[in-house]
């Protein structure tokens, strides 16, 4: 194990594949249809653990193909294209050179939009290049990145996470812009991910719009169950513990092999280092986790109106809801009438308090969803 890794079980970021269970398949798919030249559109629910497959994949190329470049860029912070420029840009410029000063003056040389800056990393000491630019000169700055990565010459590999956000920017033409930079490019293979299938779905299934029939489309579902559970086994095993698989199975079914939940659950059961691990160990680390997180909890509760707070309530009561809008569900639960609920549901769904799949409606946070149910 790695020195500087304490607890194996990772809840942020990506380490390597020791840390990493599974997804051999997908990995090996993904990485095909890249090298073959076809974009892909990877979908999951939040928590699944698409963003770190993404970048197990990127570990992976970068071990099949070491001049190769992997760029990974979180999308769910932007709101419009001038972020969206930025951070794309940066993540580019800062990838493409690895000389800061070699950054600066291509940057400056060839980005007349860009207003890069040298600086020194504060806790390494080493030097970076960071990047602002010209409000009003998004579309000029964005026809210039793209015309520098298909220059370039490297191959490389670009993840555009949570890409349904452009979908809520409020320049209409994002899209349209975007796509007519993409298609031009034949170095550069993108990986547009998201947690939002509908959104995403509309975007390259529909006929109307730009990104339609671009990409190939891939979805992915929970880790094999015997896999993960060997993976965690191995871990506990290391350390002179024992996982029992009862625990362990109570756990992957709880939160229904949704594994951002599930690692949380496990980080914590390892870090018990003096305590046999059993049912009443786990329901304890859960226990803490609600707790710990109950004033954001309570925080996020009363941002909503008194009918939204109730009709949360009653989903987390019965974990999941497939007629949402039945007679017997909103009199079990005293909510308001039809038309009311339909209405605080689209709050709740617009605002992703609240998902919806083939099973029904579900709290989005597991978490949230359990120390909801304590409180009806």
Known sequence: MNPLIDNPFLITGYESPKYFCDREVETKELYETLRNGRNVTLTSPRRMGKSALIKHLFYTINQQEPKAVT??????????????????????LGQLDSNPVKVLKKATAIFRGLRPFYSVDSLTGQPKVGFDFVPGSEEHTLEQVFSYLNSSGKTCYIALDEFQQIGNYPEKNIEA???????????VHFIFSG??????????????????????????????????????????????????????????????????????????????????????????????????NNDYYMYLLRAYSRGQGKLMKAIAKEKKVKEITSGSFISKYNLSATSSVKSALSRLLDEEIVYHSEEGYTIYDRFFGEWLATRF
């Open 195 to 292: 947690s939002q299938k509908h959104m995403l779905e509309e975007m390259f299934h529909s006929p109307k719009r730009p990104f339609y029939q671009s990409s190939s489309e891939k979805t992915i579902d929970v880790i094999d169950y015997n896999r993960y559970y060997s993976f965690a086994a191995a871990f506990f095993n290391a350390q002179g513990r024992e996982m029992p698989e009862p625990v362990f199975n109570m756990i992957f079914n709880r939160y229904e092999g949704y594994t951002g939940y599930i690692q949380i659950v496990l980080n914590r059961l390892y870090s018990k280092t003096n305590k046999t691990i059993d049912s009443v160990l786990a329901e304890e680390c859960i226990s803490d986790i609600l707790q710990e």
């Open 177 to 187: 812009i975007l796509r007519s930079y993409i298609q031009d490019l034949h170095n």
């Open 71 to 92: 760029i990974y860029i979180d999308l769910y912070p932007t709101e419009c294209l001038f972020d969206f420029t930025k951070a794309f840009a940066a993540a580019i």
